[in-house]
């Protein structure tokens, strides 16, 4: 049984480099408690004058941290959290098996469970539903503490509060009705995609 972390950032690390200092050490400070077998890091470029990727930040920040032999796959193709969950599943398909922990910021978490228990587990949007139907009993799936650690059908999410202003959860919720709805219109997210950007001056 391989253990795998899943680790997912959100907004660039040179642009906000507070935000990953702060992520940096929450989830460092949490892995070196663990025993991973390998470590997926993911998300795309967002400064074009840097040849170095968010997923490859921390995959580096991580190494730099800790000494470890564990394997370290890089995820660099995906722009968005649909597409960071797609191409993780790409591969996991490779890895018979697995258990799996998704570490996330906490803005993020709700689109994460529920693209990952469709993505990774093959749950259809009815069973993805009644699972988080059922983990409503659990409290903690509806708060945003500092740090909150909980288990929904095999996969544990970890999330890390980053201090996040009104305005990222205003944006994190039209976000979570794009991104949730992909495959039902995907144009709405490729427009998604071209105003982010756009905004971020990305080719």
Known sequence: MKNI??????????TNPRLFELYKKNLINYIKKQNFDTIISTWWFTDKNIHESEAEAIKNAIIDNINFNWERILEEESFTTFENVEYCAEILKQIKDKEITVFCRNTHLPKIVYLSLQKYLKYTKKETLKAIQKALKDKKLLEFDWEITFELDNIKFVWFDLWAEKNKFWKAIWSWIIETHYDEFP??????VKIRKESWWIK
């Open 5 to 14: 972390a899943i680790i997912h950032w959100y907004g660039s690390m040179r």
């Open 187 to 192: 144009d709405l997210h490729d427009d998604f």
